[in-house]
């Protein structure tokens, strides 16, 4: 597993090594110890699988979501197929598939309830809120927004990169690289916000210090 993880996280972004990592420390190495690949069985996997779904999940959920437990799965049998492959047994985890995922309901705000809101928020975070509900840009994206890819002459905000836990990283996919247009309150928040922001730091959208802002005070507030 560890050799498999040396070789592969070239290809990853920080934020997914350091979840890839967790969860082999965590889950997968404690669960199969010392115990060699080629013994293992696809009933052992399967028996794993169940002791996932047992335990407490995140955000209030009384057990681990069918997500969550097919992200361990899926490393896994990324490991399996590898090691399988390389070593010449055959692979325990054929024909286990992924559990279905049930559907999530989404309602989002109406636009009266977004202009309350854009209305009623403490002042300094009006700009944020204006530009975030009228691009639809993902927490990362913009609270790791810099002045560098606001393009105010051809009225365009360029997504190229987003903030994890801290750190700025490329977008995940090479698709969530985009140009989002200004619109005319997006606009006049960004306009707005430069007065604020622009000397003081390369993100748009910063603490007293300069510092991105942390999305989750942020929805606190």
Same mark, same amino acid.
């Given at each position: 597993?560890?050799?498999?993880f *040396?070789?592969?996280?070239?290809e ?5 090594i350091?979840?890839?990592? *967790?969860?082999?420390d965590g889950s ?26 047992k ?8 057990f681990?979501?069918?997500? *969550? ?7 896994l ?15 325990p ?6 559990l ?5 309901h989404?309602e989002?705000?109406?636009?009266h ?17 204006t530009v ?6 993902? *927490? ?15 009225k365009?905000?360029?997504?190229r ?15 969530s +690289? ?21 000397k ?14 942390? +999305?989750?005070?942020v929805?606190?507030r």
């Amino acid at each position: 597993a560890d050799q498999w993880f *040396s070789e592969v996280k070239i290809e990853w972004r920080n934020s997914h090594i350091r979840n890839v990592r *967790s969860i082999l420390d965590g889950s997968i190495l404690p669960y199969f110890g010392e115990k060699h690949l080629d013994q293992i069985t696809k009933a052992e996997l399967l028996d794993y699988r169940i002791a996932q779904s047992k335990l407490p999940g995140r955000n209030g959920n009384k057990f681990m979501t069918a997500k *969550s437990i097919n992200n361990r799965m899926g490393l896994l049998k990324m490991i399996m197929d590898e090691a399988s492959d390389r070593y010449g047994f055959t692979n325990p985890y054929r024909n286990i598939k992924p559990l279905k995922l049930q559907k999530i309901h989404i309602e989002p705000f109406s636009l009266h309830e977004v202009n309350r809101i854009i209305e009623t928020v403490r002042e300094d975070y009006r700009n944020y809120y204006t530009v975030r509900f009228f691009t639809g840009m993902r *927490s990362g994206e913009i609270d790791g927004l810099k002045w560098d890819y606001v393009d105010f002459d051809r009225k365009q905000i360029l997504i190229r990169e987003t903030l994890i836990a801290g750190e700025t990283e490329y977008t995940k996919t090479n698709g969530s +690289q985009r140009e989002i247009p200004m619109l005319g309150p997006v606009y006049d928040a960004l306009m707005d916000q430069y007065k604020a922001t622009g000397k003081l730091s390369r993100y748009v959208f910063c603490n007293h210090e300069g510092n991105p802002l942390d +999305q989750n005070n942020v929805t606190k507030r």
